[in-house]
């Protein structure tokens, strides 16, 4: 898992369970990032009580979060204005004095929050998150802040919570785990705990214990909405893409939601195949900013699942109007091949192939599509190329791969009528029959390769005069005469071929013979009829 934060930033915002933690906690809700939630509390509860200190602090701390110093300098005021015994307003003042690089301030406003706090172990649990903070770190008075608050009260979930913040930024995980299972233990509601363990756990490859861990929160305290969004992150790195779009589907529901956070609740409901879900959320975050070219690759990969083909060739135009060259994927090119394939469009669809091929040249499968592609727009020189590049790269080519690479030498000679072109129609043909040769000498059941091979060799030899074909045919019908329900098509063929062969060589007994058997198969057939009226007539 590509974890967002592994170490949890140390942020300016205190973190204070002052109150339960419920959605009426405006802290609580700070704390979860619900930032207008947390100012719609902190807003009520100063308008029922204008003295209201703490909520005061807290107004200050919403205004911190969006980097309104001003504002949050003077609700931090107005809190000690009502109450200057605060420590909580003097640790937002100090925050304040660091964005402002004022050491002077910030060591006077920590004076007066040790003073009025000397027997609150989370003024001193915040003194130690401030200090680290800075820039220059004072390890000393980040120790002593931190005893200071164990010594006042050593239950406090604060301080683990905090202590294995600092192990994980040393990379000390299993001490983080043990801080975090510390701070869990004094307080089984603390959010941050749970999630900071449960990430720990996925790193080291134990999501299992990480989704268990973070369902016993869900449990707790079900208004803890981040809880969703972590479980559909876990869960979509595991592949259960039904659960993690349950989850984040909650989420959303719930919380004050990043576009970011919208855009993998989009890619959950995709890999969940929940692709109407997922156009409806991918329409509205490319709707809302239309340089989002994420949300067109993701668009166009939507309607290719739901067969919209012209819509998916619509996007990934879309895509590639917007995209850096360096952010393109293979797979973006290879897609896009196959949306034009799908509306038809094999002449694009190839040089699709063909980019997504030279991105990636492990991807060999991509010269079949490009050949294809190419066959199917009659471009049959570039065809033959890929088709032969692509059986040159098998080790173990099978009959099948020879009888490919055939099948488009023999529809490129056949396509090839002018007298101009006639040497170059003899190449492809003579080539056509070679590889079926080939095919034949691997499988020589494979009806399908003499079949047509007598064909290759009946346009080489149009009159008939030197029976080419001849061979073929009777080794087609050797194979197939014995089912005639489910050859009858290409025994009449050959019997036609025969036919007309021993017609040429004066052996019109022979050549009626045929006749018969095709009349005997298909009494309508009118080349027979006809064929046999004549005979009738001489």
């Not at 909520?55 to 701390?61: D, N, P, R, V």
């Not at 294995?164 to 975090?180: G, L, R, V």
């Not at 009888?403 to 007298?419: D, H």
Request: aromatic fraction near 14%; charged fraction near 25%; glycine fraction near 2%.
């Amino acid at each position: 898992m590509k974890l967002r934060n592994f170490i949890v930033t140390f942020s300016l915002v205190c973190s204070f369970p002052l109150l339960a933690q419920t959605s009426d906690d405006g802290f609580y809700l700070l704390k979860m990032g619900q930032l207008n939630s947390a100012k719609a509390v902190f807003t009520k509860k100063i308008a029922q009580n204008s003295l209201d200190s703490r909520s005061l602090c807290g107004m200050g701390e919403y205004y911190l979060k969006i980097n309104n110093i001003d504002s949050a300098n003077a609700n931090f005021q107005r809190g000690i204005s009502v109450n200057k015994t605060d420590a909580y307003n003097y640790l937002g003042l100090a925050k304040i004095a660091i964005l402002k690089n004022d050491n002077v301030n910030l060591a006077a406003k920590l004076d007066l929050a040790r003073k009025y706090g000397k027997k609150d172990a989370v003024v001193f649990t915040e003194i130690a998150r401030i200090y680290l903070s800075q820039k220059d770190r004072n390890q000393e008075e980040i120790t002593k802040a931190i005893t200071k608050a164990i010594d006042i009260n050593s239950r406090c979930s604060e301080i683990y919570l905090l202590k294995a913040k600092i192990a994980a930024e040393k990379n000390n995980f299993s001490d983080a785990a043990n801080q975090y299972e510390s701070s869990i233990f004094f307080d089984s509601t603390e959010f941050e705990a749970y999630i900071g363990y449960a990430r720990i756990l996925v790193s080291a490859q134990n999501s299992k214990n990480a989704i268990i861990n973070l369902y016993t929160l869900v449990h707790k305290t079900p208004e803890c909405v981040i809880a969703y969004r972590e479980l559909g992150d876990i869960l979509f790195d595991q592949g259960k893409y039904a659960e993690s779009s349950d989850n984040y589907s909650k989420y959303i529901a719930k919380a004050e939601y990043t576009p970011e956070e919208k855009e993998r609740f989009a890619y959950s409901l995709f890999f969940s195949k929940e692709y109407d879900k997922a156009k409806e959320i991918i329409s509205e975050l490319s709707g809302s900013n239309p340089d989002n070219y994420i949300m067109y690759r993701l668009l166009a990969y939507t309607h290719y699942q739901k067969e919209e083909f012209p819509s998916s060739v619509e996007m990934f135009n879309k895509l590639f109007s917007r995209i850096p060259e360096n952010k393109v994927l293979t797979l973006d090119y290879e897609f896009f091949g196959k949306a034009l394939e799908k509306t038809k469009a094999d002449s694009l669809a190839a040089i699709q192939y063909q980019k997504a091929y030279t991105k990636d040249t492990t991807k060999s499968y991509l010269i079949d599509a490009m050949a294809s592609s190419y066959y199917r727009y009659k471009a049959y020189d570039k065809a033959i190329e890929m088709y032969t590049k692509s059986l040159q790269r098998k080790k173990n080519a099978q009959a099948s791969d020879y009888l490919q690479l055939a099948n488009v030498y023999a529809t490129a000679g056949s396509a090839l009528q002018a007298p101009s072109d006639s040497v170059v129609k003899k190449q492809y043909l003579v080539k056509a029959d070679t590889l079926f040769g080939t095919v034949t000498s691997i499988n020589p059941k494979y009806v399908r390769a003499f079949l047509m091979r007598a064909r290759v060799n009946s346009a080489l030899d149009p009159e008939t005069t030197l029976g080419l074909a001849k061979p073929y045919y009777d080794k087609t019908l050797e194979i197939i005469v014995a089912n005639p329900e489910k050859y009858k098509k290409e025994i009449i063929e050959s019997y036609k071929y025969l036919g007309y062969y021993y017609f040429q060589k004066s052996d019109y007994v022979t050549s009626k013979s045929y006749w018969q058997k095709i009349l005997e198969m298909d009494p309508s057939d009118p080349t027979a009829i006809d064929v046999m009226a004549r005979f009738n007539k001489k």
